[in-house]
């Protein structure tokens, strides 16, 4: 969703923030359309990621602060950077392509490769981890919240499936679940068994309910916040937020927001999504700092 993003930092700015900064896309955007920009802060906390992003923004070398971390903390990271606030801050959530088509990180079900969903490799905790020590109800309540449909039924086998042996590759969970998984035209349930599995494995929940205030706290008045979520949780998270936050509330004698809402209606990809069709999920919010 470049050509939505590039639109809603539409004004001059001097700082921006990148707290999911991939491989650098939205990044390099940004940074050609603001030639006037002095520093883009990129957060991210696959290293992999980080190299390929050092590749593909080369050019913009001396604008650039590379930081290998989650973006929950981002008020630190801004701090060893020297930064105070940002006219600018992004975040574009889930798991990236690259991801996804990198055998060995277990991402996909297309792949045979162990149940690792890790960003960060030096992360103490992975998808099998949570397979074979959550309890049932720890389990069910995991694809319940993942929006998963027959959740109990499949937190159930996995627990009975384990007791057998240890579930310890992508396909050793879909072999698990044979039978148990429903495909439609708009919904495959294994999609969402694992997309729920990464969502824990990364606390990408948490993190997310713990950026925004700090996000918040950190632009300038004026200073946009766009967020692209893949998932309704966490585009729930952001409705919320906004409108919590787009309320009248004290401040002195005065009732203000703290922000104006910017997308009434979320916004989704057009014409991305037929190149891109992991993009047809994506929705997009943005508010501006009052």
């Not at 993003?5 to 999911?20: E, I």
């Not at 074979?132 to 995991?142: D, H, P, R, S, V």
């Not at 946009?224 to 906004?242: A, G, L, M, T």
């Amino acid at each position: 969703m470049v050509d939505e993003v590039l639109a809603l930092f539409g004004d001059k700015m001097s700082t921006f923030l990148d707290c999911n900064l991939g491989v650098g896309g939205h990044a390099k955007a940004i940074l050609q359309n603001h030639p006037e920009l002095a520093l883009l802060i990129g957060i991210d906390k696959d290293q992999s990621a980080l190299k390929l992003a050092k590749q593909n923004l080369g050019a913009f070398e001396a604008k650039v602060k590379y930081v290998h971390g989650d973006f929950n903390a981002l008020d630190q990271h801004l701090k060893i950077v020297g930064i105070k606030e940002v006219d600018g801050v992004l975040f574009d959530l889930g798991v990236s392509s690259m991801q996804l088509d990198e055998e060995k990180r277990g991402f996909s079900f297309r792949f045979n490769s162990p149940l690792d969903m890790r960003m960060d490799q030096t992360d103490p905790v992975c998808a099998k981890d949570i397979i074979n020590t959550w309890t049932e109800k720890e389990l069910g309540e995991l694809f319940k919240n993942g929006d998963v449909r027959n959740f109990q039924a499949i937190a159930k086998r996995i627990v009975q499936s384990r007791k057998k042996q240890p579930i310890l590759t992508t396909f050793d969970l879909i072999h698990c679940l044979e039978g148990l998984l429903i495909k439609t035209r708009k919904h495959n349930s294994a999609t969402l068994v694992f997309q729920a599995l990464r969502l824990a494995v990364n606390k990408e929940v948490k993190h997310l309910q713990e950026a925004l205030p700090k996000a918040l706290s950190m632009l300038k008045k004026g200073g946009i916040c766009v967020v692209i979520s893949f998932h309704s949780i966490e585009d729930r998270i952001v409705k919320n937020f906004i409108r919590e936050n787009s309320a009248k509330q004290i401040e002195g004698e005065k009732l203000i927001p703290k922000v104006c809402n910017l997308t009434k209606k979320p916004l989704t990809p057009k014409e991305e999504t037929k190149i891109n069709k992991r993009a047809r999920s994506a929705k997009l919010r943005a508010f501006r700092k009052v």
